[in-house]
């Protein structure tokens, strides 16, 4: 079992900058490869970025790519988002969802269904 807890959503204008946290209880954060989502008003779910448990692998949404990393500490059971040059698209609640990996890979998952463990989800609102 793996709880998740996002944090670091706000309100920032838009070209402005968040980092979102996604902290894990329990000790095999590692065995974990890590995603984050978005969900904005009306629209359905989608695949923000991905990264593998041992983070030798990422993984990103064609629309976030260039201005967000994903990265992870194991060593801290966090995962982290950095968002730059936000745009009000961007606007959404972002959640963390966690997969098990048996072993360890480099690769990461884009599908939601693949997840096992969600967090509660963390708003971002971009200002135009």
């Known amino acids: 079992q793996v709880q998740l807890v996002e944090s670091g959503g706000g309100l920032v204008q838009a070209g402005g900058s968040l980092r979102l946290s996604c902290a894990a209880s329990g000790r095999t954060f590692s065995s974990y490869g890590m995603g984050w989502f978005r969900q904005a008003p009306g629209k359905e779910r989608e695949f923000v970025a991905a990264?593998?448990?041992?983070?030798?692998?990422?993984g990103y949404a064609d629309s976030v790519k260039g201005r967000f990393t994903i990265s992870r500490d194991n060593a801290k059971n966090t995962m982290y988002l950095q968002m730059n040059s936000l745009k009000p698209e961007d606007t959404a609640v972002y959640y963390c969802?966690?997969?098990?990996?048996?072993?360890?890979?480099?690769?990461?998952?884009?599908?939601?269904?693949?997840?096992?463990?969600w967090g509660q989800g963390t708003q971002v609102t971009v200002s135009s």
């Open positions: 990264i593998s448990r041992s983070a030798g692998g990422t």
């Open positions: 969802a966690a997969k098990f990996v048996e072993w360890s890979s480099s690769n990461w998952y884009r599908g939601a269904t693949m997840y096992d463990y």
